[in-house]
Antibody, heavy 120, light 110 residues
């Protein structure tokens, strides 16, 4: 059974940093691209970042490029996102999301999400 | 402002057929497949339709997808109370090199 378990969310002040983690199980982690997708309260989904199975290809939404850094440790079956220079508009639930393959095709599994609140 | 455009809400009565539209551009829906996700409020989304009209195992055939040019649609026939959820469309955008979503559509079963 595929499981994605996020952690690391919380309350942070504007300008602060946070690192989210996602531990994956139930599939061969290194073979699949992974993503972070977020949802602000009462809003729709916003894709944040993508990383290929080997970690060599990454993409970012314009809204986070230069501030967020996605990475993965395939030996630990863990996906990360380092979030710096956080803003109020980054407040959202962050989901760890598995791609169907090692390329953008569709999201076949979602974690339960971890909330991030940016506020003073 | 979402890149893909969905109606904020739709409604129907049990047994009815409803459709949810998703409009995009040539760099996303016009060139790449559209996927649909169902989200019960307060929970994580789940895959409902992929590659325009394919259903994952376990999704009833009451749910179907279609596309035409730069638009796609999700149809739900034989509406049931448990279908009351938020529905999100998504596609890869070749110009942005990223996934784009619609704003989500809230389905109410009257």
């Amino acid at each position: 059974e595929v499981q994605l378990l996020e952690s690391g969310g919380g309350l942070v002040q504007p300008g602060g940093s946070l690192r989210l983690s996602c531990v994956a199980s139930g599939f061969r982690f290194s073979r699949y691209a992974m993503n972070w997708v977020r949802q602000a309260p009462g809003k729709g989904m916003e894709w944040v970042s993508y990383i290929s199975g080997g970690g060599g290809t990454t993409y970012y939404a314009d809204s986070v490029r230069g501030r967020f850094n996605i990475s993965r440790d395939n030996s630990k079956n863990t996906l990360y996102v380092q979030m710096n220079s956080l803003r109020a508009e980054d407040t959202a639930t962050y989901y760890c999301v598995k791609d169907y393959g090692n390329y953008p095709y569709y999201f076949d599994y979602w974690g339960q999400g971890t909330p991030v609140a940016v506020s003073s | 402002q979402s890149v893909l455009t969905q109606p904020p809400s739709v409604s129907g009565t049990p047994g009815q057929r409803v459709t949810i539209s998703c409009s995009g551009t040539s760099s996303n829906i016009g060139f790449n497949t559209v996927n649909w996700y169902q989200q019960v409020p307060g929970t994580a989304p789940k895959l409902l339709i992929y590659s325009y009209n394919q259903r994952p195992s376990g999704v009833p055939d009451r749910f179907s997808g279609s596309n035409s040019g730069t638009s796609a649609s999700l149809a739900i026939s034989g509406l049931q109370s448990e279908d009351e959820s938020d529905y999100h469309c998504a596609a890869w955008d070749d110009s942005l090199n990223g996934w784009v979503f619609g704003g989500g559509t809230k389905l109410t079963v009257l």
